[in-house]
């Protein structure tokens, strides 16, 4: 059972435009989460994390979202850039060890 | 610094082979972490060493895998008499200590013929 839920696969938009990578836990003791962000044949890097006090965290372009009571959460990268095409992971820390979505491709087209 | 490196990048093994997959963390690094993500997959945890104990091993899927970090460092991964179903990509993974930000190195990717 996927305790970390990435529905969409793949993920197309436009350069400039606003990119939203979506995320469903099933844990609701879940109470820490990150996003990871991988390009071909490297391993994956840490871009932007929230704890469950706060429901929003920005760092630049991306900015993450969490509704508690949905066990939702979601990665904003805005103005999204040719650079931004990856894989993002949604993770979950709650528990020392990681447990991964199965991550969404982004394709930001120039 | 460098960051983690993993060893080697790329193995090929005839099923009932033995293999070996080595991961140098960043220096000073305690936690150690060892994935396994399979084509279309998330990475999944497998097991878990502060320095040279090994605190968790819950997520090795057999008797077949084994891991150490002797002294607090290296640490290696072995997968005994591989099967079709070992090929993956195995990543390593090290923070300062457990909770912090986990760094990962670049995977060696395993392929079972």
């Known amino acids: 059972d996927q305790q970390v839920k990435q529905n969409s696969p793949s993920l197309s938009v436009q350069e400039g435009r606003i990119s939203i990578l979506n995320c469903d836990y099933t844990n609701s003791m879940f109470d820490y989460f990150l996003w990871y962000k991988k390009y071909p044949a490297e391993g994956p890097t840490f871009l932007i994390s929230?704890?469950?006090?706060?429901d929003k965290n920005e760092d630049g372009r991306f900015t993450v979202f969490l509704n508690k009571s949905a066990k939702h959460l979601s990665l904003h990268i805005v103005p999204s850039q040719p650079g931004d095409s990856a894989v993002y992971f949604c993770v979950s820390g709650s528990q020392g060890n990681l447990i991964f979505g199965k991550g969404t491709k982004l394709s930001v087209k120039p | 610094g460098a960051g983690v490196s993993q060893s080697p990048r790329y193995k090929v093994a005839k099923r009932g082979q033995d293999v070996a997959l080595r991961c140098d963390p960043i220096?000073?690094?305690?936690?150690l972490f060892w994935y396994q993500q399979a084509l279309g997959q998330g990475p999944e945890f497998l097991t878990y060493f502060q320095n040279e104990a090994q605190l968790d091993k819950s997520g090795l899927p057999s008797d077949r895998f084994f891991a150490e970090r002797p002294e607090g460092s290296v640490s290696t991964l072995k997968i005994q008499r591989t099967q079709q179903e070992d090929s993956a990509v195995y990543l390593c993974?090290?923070?300062?200590?457990?909770?912090?930000?986990?760094?990962f190195g670049p995977g060696t990717r395993l392929t079972v013929l």
């Open positions: 929230i704890s469950s006090i706060k």
């Open positions: 220096s000073g690094h305690v936690s």
């Open positions: 993974a090290s923070s300062l200590a457990l909770g912090d930000t986990q760094y």
